[in-house]
């Protein structure tokens, strides 16, 4: 096992009000897994993935629970040891990661400057050679290495930011809608080559999306989130074909077929509840086309034979009153 995540809380804290983005989520992951993670916008996908990171502000926010990466709780490691284990252990990309590379260098020293943070002396050639691979699997030519950030395009400029998160080799990448705004032949060019590395290099990844095609075709793992929690987790053979909690059902119905048929899409009806309360109860129930009485009360992990983990009353299992 690479992560184990549990009881994982993030609330967000300020003057006039605490909202409870992440709640008692628990997942773990292997290595060599690539876990989707789904769930509608404000679920709290990209606050887990931030706060497992330790990139909130510790001023405005409160974490609670464990995240064990390889021996060590992410969540109290000090500074210096996040700092180690950055880019090298676990690399991130983000929807705008684009924006952070410098305007006023070339692409070329930004690369050199990260390769050499966990190894010094790496001559710029060995940084080169390894680049223009990495280039090559995002496709881009070679001589984007020696180019300023103003001289691509935001696509271009994307892309190189996915090559600069593989630089170090890193054992766990989190992309967070990394490959959303490409064009969809360059989106699928690139997860079909981050699959392929990552067997060779036995990468785990963590892959923060709305988008159902990228984890049917890109994961082998999927996990849901609503209102913060964790609704249902497993194999994605198995929930995709046959998803049991109601939400993920929905959320599955709510996206064009996976085999490109044209169908009018559902959506769920309803809102997103309001996060700075506190629920009793199924967090779904309100929005769900299933509900019963015993949903009044929280629902517990239900372990399926399949592998699948469910919160929910219709697979039995016992409340879990927090
Ligand atoms: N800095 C913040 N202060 C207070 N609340 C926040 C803050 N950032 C996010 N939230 C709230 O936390 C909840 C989870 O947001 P988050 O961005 O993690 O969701 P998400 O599932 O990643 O959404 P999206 O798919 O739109 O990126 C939302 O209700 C959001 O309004």
Redesign the pocket.
Known sequence: MILEVKDFN?T???KH?R?Y??KNVNFNIDKGDSLGLV????????????ALLRL??KK??EISGTANFLGRDLVNLSEEELKEIRWKEISVVFQKSMNSLSPVHRIRTQVEDIYRVHNPKAAKEEIRDRFTYLLKLVNLSDRVYNLYPHELSGGMLQRVSIAISLLNNPKLLIM??ATTALDVVTQGQILDEVVKMEKEMDMTRIM?T?DMSVVATSCNKVAV?Y??EMMEMGYVKEVLKNPLHPYTEGLIASFPSLKGKKEKLKSIEGF?PD??KRYEGCIFAPRCSKVMDICKKKPAEVKMDNGTVVRCHLYGGETDEE
């Open positions: 993030v967000y804290v300020n009000k909202v983005a992440v769930g509608e916008s404000g679920s709290g996908k990209s606050t887990l993935a931030m909130l502000s405005s926010t967070d809608e923060i709305h989130m209102a913060g997103l996060l700075s």
